[in-house]
């Protein structure tokens, strides 16, 4: 990446140039990407930039209320309760990549409504490039690379962090002073929490997920993993108090990475992973067993669809 604060004048240049007199909207997810991206383009627009989140019903505990907060300073923003709609057309599917397509063609029809809304012919959204290559390579398809349906209603998607590794973008955060709650907040997938649940997505397994997420991004905040996160794999028996329950099962992961192209585990403590266990266990009725994935990348990835 060329100098800091040349990127920033080049890509905000480029912004308006592509954007020109048009107005646009910005596909806000929460995370540094989509953040980096919506600062870029406010800072280009102005007013002709309308900022809109869709909540999908998939997204980290809290994420609704941390976006309201973080772009209150953006005039317009527009919060989208989807969370319905989402659910409606992943019932019933279980192929991951049929999963991400769902997303990413819900996803750019919401942005596609809102955009007709705000009278915008432009959508500006946060691709960086492990999202390209991944998706281009046929790894995982990516919700707004891979994911996204061949016929879209807008003249043009402006991506100003194409050609950025997640480093790269978080350099950027830090020069344009962005929170660093955002700057530096762990990645999250694009599909959400529906490619941290194994099979079916379903509203118990979301809650799994939810919380699970969250207690491990809380205990392990220490370790300083590049990212951790929670999934629901399956289901096992299990004993609480004196009844067997056959209740789900909770993976745990966290790596260190630069880039999220390459990733090893991280090694925990005992101790830790005994009180990661006892949390999610004790808070979560539904949940019989938590593991540990010790598998670094490759061979795995590090969402588990």
Do not use: C
Not at 149 to 164: A, K, N, T, Y
Not at 275 to 289: K, P, W, Y
């Amino acid at each position: 990446m060329v100098e800091v604060e040349q990127f920033i004048d080049e890509a905000i240049d480029e912004i308006d140039e592509q954007v020109g007199d048009a107005d646009a909207i910005i596909a806000l997810s929460g995370g540094v990407d989509s953040s980096v991206a919506a600062a870029l383009a406010y800072e280009a627009l102005g007013d002709q930039l309308t900022p809109v989140y869709v909540d999908t019903g998939l997204m980290r505990k809290g994420e609704t209320e941390q976006v309201e907060e973080t772009f209150s300073y953006m005039e317009g923003l527009r919060i989208v309760d989807a969370h319905e709609r989402f659910l409606d057309e992943l019932s019933g599917v279980t192929d991951p990549e049929e999963k991400r397509a769902i997303v990413g063609e819900r996803f750019i029809r919401e942005f596609e409504r809102e955009a007709r809304e705000a009278d915008a012919e432009y959508l500006v959204q946060g691709t960086i490039y492990p999202d390209r290559i991944e998706s281009e390579g046929g790894i995982k398809s990516h919700h707004n690379v891979g994911g996204l349906p061949e016929v879209v209603d807008f003249s043009g998607i402006v991506e100003p962090v194409r050609e950025l590794y997640k480093d790269e973008v978080r350099e950027v955060a830090r020069a344009l002073d962005l929170d660093a709650l955002v700057a530096e907040r762990m990645p999250f997938p694009g599909p959400g929490l529906a490619v941290r649940v194994l099979g079916e997505v379903t509203e118990e397994k979301l809650q799994v997920a939810r919380e699970a997420t969250h207690i491990v991004e809380e205990e392990l905040e220490e370790y300083d993993p590049w990212q951790a996160l929670a999934a629901v794999i399956g289901k096992a028996t299990g004993v609480k108090g004196d009844n067997r329950v056959h209740g789900w099962v909770v993976s745990v992961r966290a790596v260190e990475s630069r880039d999220g192209m390459t990733a090893r585990a991280q090694e925990l403590d005992w101790a830790t992973l005994q009180r990661l266990q006892s949390r999610i266990t004790g808070s979560l009725e539904n949940v019989s067993r938590v593991v540990y994935d010790v598998t670094h990348k490759p061979p795995a990835t590090i969402e588990y669809e």
